[in-house]
């Protein structure tokens, strides 16, 4: 499936994920300490599996987040200079 988006849009979209990723997280450890406090999971339990669930979690945000800078060092390159051609072009007509 192709997904024919601008730039803009995929920028949205992809922070919209990581956004949407690290709710789930958050729900998930909410859903266990909310499960622990109906006596339904022991606490020894819930805390191993609250640092393997955070653990995963860091390390998907930290791939996300070194794809994400990358892309966001590039834009910042190519808007930069495209931004400087724009003010020298302004300062010339000065």
Known sequence: M??????????????EMLASINR?????ISALATLEKMGVL???????QNTIT??????????ILASI??????????YGRMRA???RRIKGLR
């Open 54 to 63: 955070n653990d995963l979690w860091a390390r998907i945000n930290t791939g």
């Open 2 to 15: 192709e997904i024919d988006e601008t730039l803009e849009e995929t920028k949205a979209r992809m922070f």
């Open 69 to 78: 800078n990358a892309r966001e060092a590039d834009d910042r390159t190519h």
């Open 24 to 28: 789930s997280f958050e729900r998930i």
């Open 85 to 87: 051609t724009i003010e």
């Open 42 to 48: 022991d606490g020894d339990y819930v805390q191993n």
